[in-house]
């Protein structure tokens, strides 16, 4: 699974509070940094979630498909099969 999540995208706090994600018994960290342990919610955007998750360089939920950035690039290679070219965070 991939993932991408800009810092001032709403929606997967949002997900997080209608309870969409899962649950599992984990560190949460935030860019390598623990900061929670125990019996954590987790979406796909969350380290802990444990999806591969991809640089973005764009704002808001709208604006991963902004042209020429690493955001839109980053899901190109994911949908053509590139991984390798995935830019991580």
């Avoid at 900061?35 to 444990?50: I, K, L």
């Avoid at 360089?57 to 099969?81: F, I």
């Amino acid at each position: 699974m991939w993932s991408l999540a800009a810092r001032n995208d709403a929606v997967p706090l949002g997900g997080k509070v209608a309870g969409l994600g899962g649950y599992k018994w984990d560190v949460e960290t935030w860019h390598g940094l623990p900061y929670n342990a125990g019996y954590v919610q987790t979406v796909p955007s969350d380290e802990a979630f444990g999806a591969h998750r991809m640089a973005v360089d764009t704002s808001g939920h709208s604006g991963y498909w902004k042209e020429d950035s690493t955001s839109l690039q980053n899901q190109a290679a994911v949908v053509t099969g590139r991984y390798n070219q995935v830019v991580d965070p």
